[in-house]
């Protein structure tokens, strides 16, 4: 390799990382969310999309995600960085549930944490009792089939909530912590089988708990 071909290669290097510095100081974030004329859903040929906020202008600012629309939303609400209105009509009842659900557990992942507060920041009772699940621990049958297939669960998640590839903030409890505090909250059956309350997710997987 010539004197000349190395400088030039290490030309490349230097505004690669040149390149790579500007990029850095331009706001990284606002490649990542199209522009209107560009997402495919609006028409660009139309001049009143000059009126319209852009998303990256709008997003930027709010607690950033890995996934979805980038944004985290139950952050920016949490945060304060947002504050949706609550309510239409001043006689509507804003009703807010804090009680956390498990399902799923025993499983081949983590079993399932459905927490209501999160929920319940953003929706009525009546999305989803009683026509999406019975309010009561145990009486729907969930499958991640019919999630995965816009069903249950996946009505929003992958649609208006975060997205179904991001296993984790569903499945996210351990199942060796539950069988720990099964064991503690029932000291004196020792024998029993540690899976009393959710029985449908157990054998939905052919793995009972043990
Ligand atoms: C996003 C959907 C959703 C919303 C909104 C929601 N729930 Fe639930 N709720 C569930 C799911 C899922 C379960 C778990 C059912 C199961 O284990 O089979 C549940 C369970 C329940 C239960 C039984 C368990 C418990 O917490 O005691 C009650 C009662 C309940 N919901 C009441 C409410 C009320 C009241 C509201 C509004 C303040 C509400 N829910 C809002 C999805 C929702
Ligand atoms: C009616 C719509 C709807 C349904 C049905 C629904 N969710 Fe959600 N879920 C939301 C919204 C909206 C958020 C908040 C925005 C976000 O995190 O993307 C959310 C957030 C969450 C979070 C994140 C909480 C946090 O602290 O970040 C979890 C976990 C979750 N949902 C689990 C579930 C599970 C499990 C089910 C099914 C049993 C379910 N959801 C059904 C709309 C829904
Ligand atoms: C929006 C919440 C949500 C997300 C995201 C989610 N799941 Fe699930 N998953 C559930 C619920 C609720 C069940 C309970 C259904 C049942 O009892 O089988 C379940 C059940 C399962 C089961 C059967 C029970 C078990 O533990 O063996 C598997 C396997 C599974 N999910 C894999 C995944 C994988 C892999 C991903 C990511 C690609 C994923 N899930 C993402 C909610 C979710």
């Known amino acids: 390799m010539s004197w000349r071909h190395r400088a030039r290669g290490r030309g490349w290097w230097l505004s690669a990382l040149a390149g790579l510095a500007a990029v850095a100081a331009w706001p990284l974030a606002a490649q990542q969310w199209a522009r209107l004329e560009a997402d495919g859903l609006h028409d660009p040929a139309n001049p009143g999309l000059a009126q319209l906020q852009q998303p990256a202008e709008a997003l930027m600012p709010l607690p950033r995600d890995t996934a979805g629309n980038l944004v985290n939303w139950v952050q920016a609400i949490d945060s304060g960085a947002i504050a949706p209105r609550t309510q239409l009509f001043p006689e509507t ?7 956390d659900i498990i399902i799923a557990r025993y499983g081949s992942m983590p079993a399932v944490k459905f927490p209501h507060r999160q929920h319940t920041l953003w929706l009525d009772c009546a ?8 309010p009561q621990v145990g009486a729907n049958r969930f499958s991640m089939t019919a999630i995965l297939n816009g069903e249950q669960c996946g009505l929003c998640h992958g649609a208006v909530a975060f997205p179904l590839t991001e296993c984790n903030r569903c499945h996210s409890v351990s199942n060796a912590a539950l069988r ?16 009393p309350s959710v029985p449908s997710a157990a054998s939905a997987t052919g793995m009972g708990g043990r």
């Open 93 to 99: 009842q804003v009703r807010l549930r804090e009680t």
């Open 127 to 134: 999305n989803c009792h009683d026509h999406l699940f019975r």
């Open 180 to 195: 720990a505090q099964a064991r503690a909250a029932a000291p004196s059956a020792p024998s029993a089988p540690s899976a």
